[in-house]
């Protein structure tokens, strides 16, 4: 069986959280199938590098009415003649649609997390595809619960990571920019306005453990998207912590969560850190610090996907605080739920339990092939309003491996 994976890696640093869960998926599955690779947009995408298998790119040109993105994009899915193709996100979702249809094979769709749509066009539109996958409980309640979906074949299967290595160098190099004696607070994502109530929260915790006596010390670790946002993060921070964002350390930015104590994660980020023990914090919505996650509340978190809009309840704020303190202070705690993060990485994010999950949804699309098209005109104009202000230098797509 061939698969054809296709995803919008942007026209900017070509890093984010999907881009990584697109590379594992295809890592995982290239010793059981054949696996090619398309990606929209015109950033070089360092995550995809060193996968073995053939990769395109397509960026967008100045004809916003995309038709030669989309004649480009055909052309390689007839070359290639995929089983099925599967799009990790709803804009190249809309080429990978029309070319489905057009050729007959089947189609797959993944939700990388996130809010479900809301208000008004087109943030309320998500397109009705034959087969979903979503990540998260959140996600899975909201699509069943609608009836424009009811006819929509929807999986939930969580995101999941590979195992993988520290890098000693960029951890020592990370390390050697903050004060050694003291813990440190590890937050690794982009640098924008987005992720501000994270940013709020993780620098309202090490301002209370620094005035209580503990010195910790708070890294933020990411690409820059908004230079504004970067310099408010270093004012806020005040000698309590630090903004790094050199090119070295960001790339693969997993390999020095060991740089961390406590790492403050979301999504995919928080299961990497689980796989290297890391002390867990989600800047959930409840309360004003970030939760620590333990065995009594992971399972709430987690139906959010550990993300901003996770909720614990019942809430004990100063309870939680005590917690992250215990953590700091006692080293028999610390080991504890060290391991406690490593056991649900290997009970619940290791890839390697949802590849025959996979393997059989695949089988079923190319069984099915493309149906539910009744929305297909909806969404290439979605597609379109969602891309009206892409246009890229560049005209030519081509063979990258």
């Not at 995803?7 to 590379?23: E, K, L, R």
């Not at 009415?65 to 007839?78: A, G, N, P």
């Not at 690409?223 to 790339?251: I, N, Y």
């Not at 290997?346 to 890839?351: G, I, Q, V, Y």
Request: charged share 25%; glycine share 6%; net charge positive.
């Amino acid at each position: 069986m061939k698969v054809l994976f296709v995803t919008d890696v942007g026209d900017g640093s070509g890093i984010g959280g999907h881009i990584y869960s697109f590379q594992a998926l295809i890592r995982s599955l290239l010793p059981h199938i054949q696996c090619v690779a398309v990606t929209f947009g015109s950033a070089r995408c360092p995550a995809l590098e060193p996968v073995d298998c053939r990769q395109y790119q397509i960026p967008f040109g100045i004809h916003r009415l995309r038709v030669r993105e989309l004649s480009r994009f055909m052309d390689i899915v007839r070359t290639e003649k995929p089983d099925v193709i599967h799009a990790f996100d709803p804009k190249t979702g809309a080429f990978a649609r029309w070319s489905a249809l057009r050729v007959g094979c089947g189609l797959l769709e993944t939700k990388c997390g996130g809010p479900n749509p809301q208000g008004r066009f087109p943030h309320s539109y998500f397109p009705c595809v034959p087969q979903l996958v979503v990540y998260s409980e959140e996600n899975e309640r909201y699509f069943r619960c609608q009836r424009a979906y009811r006819r929509m074949q929807i999986r939930n299967i969580p995101n999941r990571i590979h195992e993988f290595l520290p890098d000693a160098g960029k951890i020592a190099a990370l390390r050697a920019r903050v004060d050694p004696r003291h813990p440190v607070i590890l937050r690794v994502g982009r640098i924008s306005r987005s992720y501000q109530r994270t940013a709020e929260k993780s620098i309202r915790l090490v301002r209370r453990l620094v005035s209580d006596g503990i010195p910790a010390q708070l890294v933020f670790l990411g690409v820059v998207h908004e230079k504004a946002a970067e310099q408010d993060l270093r004012v806020a921070l005040k000698g309590c912590g630090t903004v790094v964002s050199d090119p070295e350390l960001v790339k693969q930015a997993s390999s020095v969560l060991d740089a961390g104590d406590l790492v403050v994660g979301t999504g995919r980020g928080l299961m990497e850190a689980a796989a290297r023990g890391r002390i867990l914090l989600v800047p959930a919505r409840t309360g004003q610090l970030p939760t620590l996650v333990d065995e009594t509340n992971w399972e709430s978190l987690f139906s959010a996907n550990f993300s901003e809009r996770s909720e614990v309840a019942p809430w004990d704020e100063e309870a939680n605080y005590r917690a992250i303190q215990q953590v700091l202070r006692d080293p028999e705690y610390r080991q504890r739920l060290s391991a406690f993060s490593l056991r649900l990485f290997k009970d619940r994010f290791s890839l390697e339990t949802v590849l025959d999950q996979y393997l059989a949804l695949y089988e079923e699309a190319r069984l099915r092939g493309c149906c539910l098209t009744t929305d297909m005109a909806k969404h290439w104009l979605w597609m379109l309003v969602r891309t009206r202000r892409r246009p890229y230098a560049s005209d030519e797509s081509h063979v990258k491996k």
